[in-house]
């Protein structure tokens, strides 16, 4: 898949390259925030690259309640993640068994801060502080939302939500 060109022709740059390549064309910048957004709005996550061994047959109430309604999936993480790595692979591969159009389906790419925190878009709004973290929307309103340390994989997790 082809990335759409980054507005400073490159990837998602770190604060402190951000910082200093601002600096140097036009000095200090009090807040990186909007240009890191910007750039990262351009991004997808390779991690929501669905899983080919996921087996949907297995699964078929999560894949039902996830096909049922016109669900808005907000994905945050990070490719760097390893629990990005390890549960968004299966949770991508459950939204494509249950035939969620990818229109549906929004990536969030985060980086993490020096001190933890996390920086991408729409972090702050949504109080994003953990990675991975799925919202699920209907209608622009949240209706389940699934934070990385859950007992049970994402879109178990998320159908039982969804389900109540």
Same mark, same amino acid.
């Given at each position: ?5 980054f %507005? !400073? ?5 770190? =604060?402190a ?15 990186? &925030? %909007?240009?890191? &957004?910007?750039?990262?709005?351009a ?6 690259q /669905? =899983? ?20 808005? #999936? ?8 390893g629990?990005?790595r390890?549960?968004? %692979?299966? !949770? ?11 229109? &549906? $389906? ?13 920086i991408?878009p #729409?972090?702050e709004?949504?109080? @994003?502080?953990? @990675?991975?973290?799925v ?6 309103e949240?209706v389940? &939302? #699934?934070?990385? =340390?859950?007992? +049970? /994989? $994402?879109? +178990? ?6 389900? =109540?």
């Amino acid at each position: 898949m082809k990335r759409p060109p980054f %507005p !400073f022709g490159g990837g998602i740059k770190s =604060n402190a390259t951000v910082r200093a390549a601002s600096a140097a064309a036009s000095g200090p910048v009090k807040s990186v &925030r %909007p240009v890191v &957004r910007r750039m990262a709005e351009a991004e997808t996550l390779e991690t929501m690259q /669905p =899983n080919p061994a996921w087996d949907a047959a297995s699964y078929p109430d999560v894949v039902e309640t996830l096909a049922d309604g016109d669900y808005t #999936f907000k994905v945050w993480g990070g490719d760097w993640c390893g629990d990005c790595r390890s549960q968004l %692979p299966d !949770f991508a591969a459950a939204l494509d068994a249950a035939d969620v159009p990818a229109e &549906r $389906i929004e990536h969030y790419p985060v980086e993490k801060a020096d001190d933890g925190s996390k920086i991408g878009p #729409f972090v702050e709004e949504y109080g @994003i502080e953990l @990675i991975p973290t799925v919202v699920v929307e209907l209608d622009g309103e949240e209706v389940a &939302r #699934f934070v990385e =340390n859950e007992d +049970v /994989p $994402i879109a +178990v997790y998320l159908a039982e939500q969804l389900s =109540n």
